[in-house]
């Protein structure tokens, strides 16, 4: 099979590039190597792979290069992980956002519509379930104040994934995850940090009072969900929530990292910050159902197994 993997120099694409070739696939990448943080490591990322993928250095907004790049690919499925990600940024630039998670998914279900590709897997996220005071999360939960452009944009593209199902018979499977953990995680994000700051005896900022929970997902499990949707092919349409099912507090994260890394953490308290919502936890109970999707790797397990890399791929 030949799968184009939008935004496959990134950590959960590179993983995924690197499951695809393994099964026997034959992979286009398209990503813009843009500068939300150091192209480098996404280069980095590839690097294993770049031997054996067609690689299109370019941008999801530009229609006339999605276009060209599906006119010469014969492709038989499309898994789209590129967006601009983040919460927080999204705040500060939302016109970023919404031409790039929004115009860039159109973009590429048109040309998936126009060139006869009949599967197409989103990746979503669990910030569309917003303020939602209901826990679990579940897919079938009203959603109806999302607190973020980032939040928006995703829960957009998965209302437009909905249309292109119903009317031109695309297959869209749309996978939210929940804050997705391990090797190549992304520098930005809390658990790179905090592994990094404390090695480095540098002081780690905690937002509030520790107790905003996330549902932590390792990436070994988020890859094996997006491969089990790519073969479900018993409905048009379904949304999925792929996360660890279980819920870490932010105080409670950041003794693990202590631990793992065998150091106390200088801990700076400052305030919340606008945008991030309370708690996150999966009701997988669907995905497990119809999927077969169970995570295997616990945060603690997880943590330790990142720190590690950490160590290994950044020796001080």
């Given at each position: 099979?030949?799968?184009?993997?939008?935004?496959?120099?990134?950590?959960?694409?590179?993983?995924?590039?690197?499951?695809?070739?393994?099964?026997?696939?034959?992979?286009?990448?398209?990503?813009?190597?843009?500068?939300?943080?150091?192209?480098?490591?996404?280069?980095?990322?590839?690097?294993?792979?770049?031997?054996?993928?067609?690689?299109?250095?370019?941008?999801?907004?530009?229609?006339?290069?999605?276009?060209?790049?599906?006119?010469?690919?014969?492709?038989?499925?499309?898994?789209?992980?590129?967006?601009?990600?983040?919460?927080?940024?999204?705040?500060?630039?939302?016109?970023?956002?919404?031409?790039t998670?929004?115009?860039?998914t159109?973009?590429?279900?048109?040309?998936?519509?126009?060139?006869?590709?009949?599967?197409?897997?989103?990746?979503?996220?669990?910030?569309?379930?917003?303020?939602?005071?209901?826990?679990?999360?579940?897919?079938?939960?009203?959603?109806?104040?999302?607190i973020s452009?980032?939040?928006?944009?995703?829960?957009?593209?998965?209302?437009?994934?909905?249309?292109?199902?119903?009317?031109?018979?695309?297959?869209?499977?749309?996978?939210?995850?929940?804050t997705?953990?391990?090797?190549?995680?992304?520098?930005?994000?809390?658990?790179?940090?905090?592994?990094?700051?404390?090695?480095?005896?540098?002081?780690?900022?905690?937002y509030?009072?520790?107790?905003?929970?996330?549902?932590?997902?390792?990436?070994?499990?988020?890859?094996?969900?997006?491969?089990?949707?790519?073969?479900?092919?018993?409905?048009?349409?379904?949304?999925?929530?792929?996360?660890?099912?279980?819920?870490?507090?932010?105080?409670?994260?950041?003794?693990?990292?202590?631990?793992?890394?065998?150091?106390?953490?200088?801990?700076?308290?400052?305030?919340?910050?606008?945008?991030?919502?309370?708690r996150?936890?999966?009701?997988?109970?669907?995905?497990?159902?119809?999927?077969?999707?169970?995570?295997?790797?616990?945060?603690?397990?997880?943590?330790?197994?990142?720190?590690?890399?950490?160590?290994?791929?950044?020796?001080?």
């Amino acid at each position: 099979m030949h799968y184009l993997v939008t935004g496959g120099a990134g950590f959960i694409g590179s993983h995924l590039v690197e499951a695809l070739l393994a099964q026997g696939n034959e992979i286009t990448v398209i990503d813009d190597f843009n500068d939300y943080y150091a192209p480098r490591i996404k280069h980095q990322n590839l690097s294993a792979s770049l031997s054996k993928i067609t690689l299109v250095q370019g941008d999801i907004r530009d229609a006339i290069l999605v276009e060209r790049t599906f006119a010469k690919g014969s492709f038989d499925g499309v898994i789209h992980l590129a967006a601009r990600a983040g919460v927080r940024p999204s705040i500060q630039s939302p016109k970023l956002y919404f031409t790039t998670n929004i115009d860039g998914t159109f973009n590429l279900l048109e040309a998936c519509r126009y060139h006869g590709v009949q599967n197409f897997i989103f990746a979503s996220s669990s910030s569309v379930y917003g303020m939602n005071e209901k826990v679990p999360f579940s897919e079938t939960d009203a959603l109806n104040r999302t607190i973020s452009p980032y939040a928006a944009t995703k829960l957009a593209a998965e209302q437009i994934c909905s249309n292109y199902s119903h009317l031109f018979g695309i297959r869209c499977m749309c996978l939210r995850f929940f804050t997705v953990y391990g090797p190549r995680q992304r520098p930005d994000l809390a658990i790179s940090k905090f592994t990094k700051k404390i090695l480095s005896n540098d002081p780690i900022k905690q937002y509030g009072d520790g107790s905003t929970a996330r549902d932590y997902t390792y990436i070994d499990d988020i890859v094996q969900g997006i491969l089990t949707a790519i073969d479900y092919h018993d409905s048009p349409f379904e949304i999925f929530n792929l996360g660890g099912s279980a819920t870490t507090t932010l105080a409670s994260l950041i003794a693990l990292v202590e631990e793992a890394c065998e150091k106390k953490a200088k801990v700076e308290i400052t305030g919340d910050q606008p945008g991030d919502v309370p708690r996150t936890f999966a009701d997988v109970s669907k995905a497990h159902e119809l999927l077969g999707y169970a995570p295997q790797t616990p945060i603690a397990k997880g943590i330790k197994k990142y720190v590690a890399w950490f160590q290994e791929n950044h020796p001080s």
